[in-house]
């Protein structure tokens, strides 16, 4: 199986009845009334989005029947497969990530991954530069100064979330949570600027002062305000006391380009696992669309 690399735009998509009660009768249970607690619609199609991505990778990559497909998470949250693939793709995993218009998901055979989509945007309240104080902590000071000489205020703004993305992808490939320092890790952008569609992989990252030469990190703009990250790593089994060096030749990767997909995409394999339950599009349709921003971005 191929690496895999899926986007969904869940901000163009505005689900009817029809189709937000297919969507809902296509995830597990415990899924639904999670995505249902969700107080706005925006956020509510990012997380059905997800949930989408990942049935439909398992049941056209793995060819398990969408109907059959278990996944609960880690204490981490962060979803899994439950069914035994060990014999065929012992090292397979995937991550997903939303934020903004899309969701994104990014999917391995060998490699440990983690993927994050960040968009730039203005704070909710606040200047930037206020902004900036605020998340210092987040970030070295080589960071910060990569950040505060990128041009303008939206320009750095812009790098501001490139870095986040980059940290976020690397934190979910490795599976960790809530407190572990984004100090330990820091990242040398490469080029500075970033074409929209063009994939790079030429950033570097040092955890806790040293290179990592065994993690890759690809970088991607989907559009001019969509930073997606995807951190590529080191086989699981591979253990750090090791003395044998992995050739070059099987720590080689290619890009995999994004495929954007539709909705009609996304179910094309669907198997409904519940009858219809209408309360879901009544729930679903008296959400407000999304928080009622005190800034509108720059022109």
Known sequence: MESVRWAFRHGSWFPGRAEWLLAARCVQPEEKTRIGQFVFARDAKAAMAGRLLIRKLIADKLQI??????????SKGKPFLVHDISKTYPNFNFNVSHQGEYAVLAAEVEFQVGID????ELPGSGSIQ??????????????WKSIRCAGSEWSQLDM???YWALKESFIKAIGVGLGFSLQRIEFNVSPLQLEIGKIYKETSMLLDGDEEEGWTFEEIMLDDCH??????GKP????????EVLSAESTKWIPTEFTVLNFDDLVVSAAPLKPEDPTDWDNFNSK???P???RTNLA
């Open 236 to 243: 699981y089994g591979f253990e750090q006391q090791h003395s």
């Open 65 to 74: 029947p969408w109907n059959e497909i278990l996944l609960q998470r880690t």
């Open 117 to 120: 989509i960040m968009k730039t």
């Open 227 to 232: 930073h997606v990250a995807v951190a590529l």
């Open 160 to 162: 501001f979330y490139r």
């Open 292 to 294: 009622v921003r005190q």
């Open 288 to 290: 407000q669309a999304f």
């Open 130 to 143: 206020e902004f900036f104080r605020i998340m210092t902590r987040q970030f070295t000071e080589k960071e």
